[in-house]
């Protein structure tokens, strides 16, 4: 098979090449991939079949627009919108049950992930064609995300509270209509709400989650959101390899994003650290070169020049929001475990809700701290990808209620309920409307994110990743990764931002158990 023939093997541990072992295997139940569209005041038609051994469900509709709506420029995928947004209603709850993970809350559980083009495709409102292109897209964005996070939150308001701090990732996909004409549709695939970091001393098994602030939380969801993409890559049915996101290429065992599939993000807070101090400072003599690396630690916000070491090697110590995004537009969002699957995945455009000021400040902090000669520094398939930044009314409280303070929110689309976390512990809460791992640990820990990784190495047929014995070593594995994330710590030092500080300790836990 074509995506078998993409993962043959190549000399092992190369900076230039993976060896991603045998054969593919492909023993798999059955499941599909489902898009769900949102448009207030238009009916939804069509539904779904199921299989008897479906491992994602739901029973969403869709509905999408015709091609009246004005392109998206400024470096935005042209083409017209597709609304969407997806009911969270199951019945089906079967699925493939990660170690430390019960099967009504395993990586595959709830959603049936498949995309029809066949649904009735209707023509935007008269507002929507008024609109520029640029202002269409960010007021959708806040839109779609404010829409997602109030119909997860209907069947627990009591968490209503979180949305003051909330970030969502959505996928653009070109696609046609019923008339052949092409229509983007935005779907939201991951979400998270919350505005604290961890306070304890350092976890050493993986199953603390150490940092819960929105964009964060809200990528380690992605994270989720992208393995059980590729499970459904590596399913036998053909229907579900079409609504896939990724494909194989000819030029790379690894698998790449599917052409006219786009990354963008939402948030309706200024990201944590140098970019929201400019925000918050505005001072013209406070240039964004002079911008210092910056952990949560204690509560607190620290450069790391002012941070003690023995608070750094012993307590939890988090990069702030705003030195993660400058990272992710050299090394992509997808770390060093998926970078053993697939290509680089970067955020096109951010959606800053509610920030009207300084935006364009923000942008320079983010997209210009680590300078733009990356060309010749970078491996095949990396690249610096600066992010379109775009301001947007605010969606949600102005301020965090003292009820809410700790707790932070994670979904993404695939399951069935959210996940309630207490910021300041790390582990779920009781009373979440899902509780999955053992002890309460999260299923976006460090330990469940190994088990979903291991799930797809096995189903792929990758033996020798398997064989690794810790999270560490599988980190490590990703050599191409690890060499471009080195690249981009240097850098930091260069223009005396800090030492981007790494706790290897932290990632030395086992293998949960074979798969």
């Not at 448009?39 to 199921?50: E, I, L, Q, T």
């Not at 964009?215 to 079409?242: C, G, S, T």
């Not at 609504?243 to 963008?264: A, E």
């Not at 190994?450 to 560490?472: C, I, N």
Request: glycine letters at 6%; one cysteine or more; proline letters at 5%.
């Amino acid at each position: 098979m074509a995506n078998q023939e993409a993962f043959k093997q190549s000399p092992r541990r190369s900076a230039a090449n993976f060896d991603f072992g045998t054969r593919v295997n492909l023993r798999r139940s059955q499941f599909h991939l489902t898009d769900d569209i949102i448009r207030p005041n238009v009916p939804a038609s069509g539904d779904h079949n199921h299989s008897a051994e479906t491992l994602l469900s739901d029973q969403d509709d869709k509905i999408s627009m015709e091609n009246s709506v004005p392109k998206l420029k400024v470096k935005l995928d042209p083409g017209n919108i597709f609304f969407e947004d997806e009911d969270e209603d199951s019945d089906n709850s079967a699925g493939i049950s990660s170690p430390g993970i019960s099967p009504a809350e395993s990586i595959l559980s709830v959603e049936e992930l498949s995309l029809d083009g066949t649904k009735d495709l209707r023509t935007p409102d008269k507002t929507a064609k008024a609109e520029g292109p640029t202002d269409w897209h960010k007021n959708h964005m806040a839109a779609i995300s404010s829409e997602k996070f109030d119909t997860l939150l209907k069947m627990c308001p009591e968490f209503q509270g979180c949305k003051s701090h909330m970030a969502a990732f959505v996928l653009i996909r070109e696609v046609l209509n019923t008339a052949g004409h092409p229509c983007e549709l935005y779907q939201v695939v991951a979400l998270g709400a919350g505005s604290m970091s961890c306070n304890n001393w350092l976890c050493y098994n993986g199953t603390m989650i150490h940092d819960c602030h929105a964009i964060v939380i809200a990528r380690r969801a992605l994270l989720r959101f992208l393995y059980k993409q590729l499970l459904l890559f590596f399913d036998p049915d053909p229907k579900a390899k079409e609504g896939c996101i990724f494909n194989s290429t000819t030029n790379s065992h690894l698998l790449q994003l599917k052409p006219k599939i786009s990354l963008h993000l939402y948030t309706n807070q200024c990201p944590e650290g140098a970019a929201k101090d400019f925000y918050l400072k505005g001072s013209p003599n406070n240039m964004w070169t002079s911008m210092k690396l910056q952990y949560h630690a204690k509560s607190l916000l620290v450069p790391v020049a002012y941070l003690d070491p023995s608070v750094l090697g012993a307590k939890v110590c988090c990069m702030s929001g705003s030195d993660k995004l400058c990272l992710w537009t050299i090394t992509g969002v997808q770390g060093a475990l998926l970078s053993n699957f697939i290509q680089p995945v970067y955020i096109i455009s951010m959606v800053l809700g509610g920030q009207k000021l300084y935006h364009e400040e923000v942008s320079d902090i983010t997209n210009k701290r680590l300078g733009d000669d990356w060309e010749d520094s970078l491996p095949p398939c990396y690249k610096k990808q600066s992010i379109i930044f775009l301001c947007s009314d605010l969606e949600g409280p102005v301020a965090t209620s003292s009820h809410h303070n700790n707790l932070s929110i994670n979904w993404c689309l695939g399951d069935k309920d959210i996940e309630v976390l207490d910021s300041s512990e790390g582990f779920i809460v009781d009373g979440s409307p899902s509780v999955s791992g053992p002890g309460f640990s999260s299923r976006l820990c460090k330990r469940a994110l190994f088990s979903y990784f291991r799930k797809v190495a096995q189903l792929g047929g990758h033996s020798y990743l398997l064989e690794l014995p810790t999270y560490h070593s599988v980190k490590v594995e990703a050599v191409v990764y690890q060499t471009v994330k080195d690249l981009v710590k240097q850098r930091f030092l260069l223009i005396h931002a800090g030492h981007w500080n790494s706790k290897k300790l932290v990632d030395c836990f086992s293998a949960p158990s074979p798969p």
